[in-house]
């Protein structure tokens, strides 16, 4: 699998939570560790890193304090690791991109 960065948001310290779209039309998401293995909370802001016309694919719970959780595949591809730097309280997921093709309101006449 190959990564590709497209951004960090959530701390000041480096190791911080990451988005990367994959060469498998997917995308890897780097958060911060939770209860299940598959879970990551990330800071809201880190979506506003997805590729155009793209988006997340996975479900997303807001915490109210300013994070999502979501889930996916463990991250496990050796390659991909090794290109990465976590901070102790961090996972990486892989989750489905999809394409967005509705962006508005629909026109009821008016």
Not at 82 to 101: C, L, N, Q
């Amino acid at each position: 699998m190959r990564l590709r960065f497209l951004g960090k948001a959530g701390s000041n310290q480096g190791g911080c939570p990451t988005l990367y779209a994959t060469d498998r039309d997917t995308y890897v998401v780097q958060g911060w560790r939770t209860d299940d293995g598959a879970t990551v909370e990330i800071p809201h802001s880190l979506l506003g890193f997805t590729e155009p016309d793209t988006f997340v694919g996975a479900t997303l719970a807001d915490t109210g304090r300013g994070t999502f959780t979501l889930s996916g595949e463990p991250l496990t591809d050796s390659a991909a690791l090794a290109h990465m730097s976590f901070a102790p309280d961090e996972v990486a997921i892989e989750v489905p991109k999809r394409e967005r093709t509705f962006y508005g309101a629909a026109d009821h006449g008016r």
